[in-house]
Each structure stands twice: as C-alpha cells, then as structure tokens.
C-alpha cells in the first residue's frame, strides 16, 4: 500500500496511474477504522482498478472541540487494516495540508441542514462539505463510497456532487453492525463496559419503530414506540427521532408515497453520541 501525506506526493502517483488507464474508488474516513469502514474499501475494490482511502480527522466539522480532542486516532491500526483489507493507496494530511490557509467559504444546503445533525451540530456540514471537496479535488475518483450510518451527510453530499458537477459518482454502502445490532462506530470505543450494553437499546428501537411504521402507515405510531422505549432507560438521552424521506430528509406523513423512508435517531448513551438510521422501502428494511 502506498502512503502519502502531502497533496503533490498523491496526485503524482495517480496521474501516473491514469496514464495506465486506470480508474479508482475513493473512500473518505477520520480514521479508527472498523469494519464498516472495510466494507466501503472491499466493496471499492470490487468495482474500481484500486481504491484510495483518505484518513484524516477534519477539525472544521467538529462543533464541540471536546469532541475534537476526543477523537480516537490510531493510526498504525488503521494502516495495518487498510492494507489488509487490500486499500492500494493511502492519503493521510496533516491539517496544514488540508488547510494550508484558514478557510472562509460558507456552503448552504437548505432543507438538508436544518433538520437532526444540522439542527444538532450547527457548522458541521459546511466543514464536511468543505473536506469531502477538497478530496474529490485532491484524489479525482471515478466513485465515491459512503455509509448509510451518515445518512445526512450522504444527502448533503449528493448536492454538493450535483451542484458542482463533480465528475463521479456516489454510492451509498449498507451500514455494518455489532451482532447486538449496535451500529459500527468509531466513537463506540468511547463507550464505558455498561454504556456499550445498553448502548444496542438505539438499534432495537428503530427495528421496532420500523415494524410500527410497516403495520400502521403512522410516523406518530413509531415515534410513541421510540418513547415509551426510551423513557424507562437511565443513562441515555434520546436528541432526536425522526421519520423522513431518505433524499430529502424532510419529514414523512405518508410512508405509502415515499420510495425510502428513513428512521434516524441520535441519542447519548453516557458521554457518547450516537447515531443511527434505518431505511424502510416497499419491500422491506435496509
Ligand atoms: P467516519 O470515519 O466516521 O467519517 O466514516 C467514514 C465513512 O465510513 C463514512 O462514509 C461513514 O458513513 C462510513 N461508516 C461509518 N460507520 C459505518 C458502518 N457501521 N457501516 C458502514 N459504513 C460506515
């Protein structure tokens, strides 16, 4: 695998690789990888001549600078896994390569960011707005591989994608979970022995909002299961649940009208914020 830390340095090696003829996938992280984020690097490897991961803990997305400082970073670890997950090529900046000046550059996406993480980490897509166009700039893949797990950020993406006419395209991975059902994370290393048991209560109430919404058409049905389920558990603190259209993010009255219904959820178990998401479709839940 090949590793580079400075802009000049990657883009070299991929003209290079161009001039073979060749077409990569790019798999954007922060890092602490899990086996999420394999999943992105196997399925890029599948579909593209080689993949190119970026590992690279963005500060102008973080909101809460605690959550910054907190961030887990382990780099060999995360070299060591890329590799064997077969990640051809490596790129790991340092922040004053990122951001050789202070950026000042304000993005707006209307309707997508002023619901659940918008609403909740004012700034935060306009710094992943600002990082995920940097590395399209830097990396020029042919596909760009995302999670469900940040469903908003997805949405967000694809406009800027859109709206820019960056020239790739996106694909949206399935999210990987724990066999408790618990969601993949990075921040799941946060959690304390007794706050990562109870932490699975985010998984099993979207399940069971999701069974609501099939059998009863009613988005206010699966959001009084969410509460009820909520309610009784200490050392857990439910920010949002919403019932919204996949793409538009906007709330859902009639699931029966929507291609994708997204159940989305955030809470803190402990210290820790989690997020999670399911998507119910006409023939089932992703
Ligand atoms: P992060 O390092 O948290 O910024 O995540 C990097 C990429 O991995 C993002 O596109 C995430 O949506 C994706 N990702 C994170 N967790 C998972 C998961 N459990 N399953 C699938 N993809 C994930």
Redesign the pocket.
Known sequence: MYVFTTVDALKAHLHARRQEGKLWGLV????AL?E??L??VRRSNAENDFTVATLYVNPTQFNNPDDLARYPRTFDADRAMLESAGCQVLFAPTDAEMYPAPTTLRFSFGDLETVMEGQFRPGHFNGVATVVAKLFHHAEPAVAY?????LQ?FAVIRRLVQDLAFPLRLVR?????EPDGL????RNRRLEPEARKVAAVLSYALREAAEALQKTRNPEAARGLIGQIFYPIEGVFLEYFEVVDAASLQPVTTPEDHDEVALCIAAYVGEVRLIDNLIVTRGGVQ
């Open positions: 954007p992280t922060m890092g899990h999420g984020h999943s992105l995302f999670g469900q797990k940040d950020q991975c399935p999210i990987v979970r969601a993949m994370s990075s």
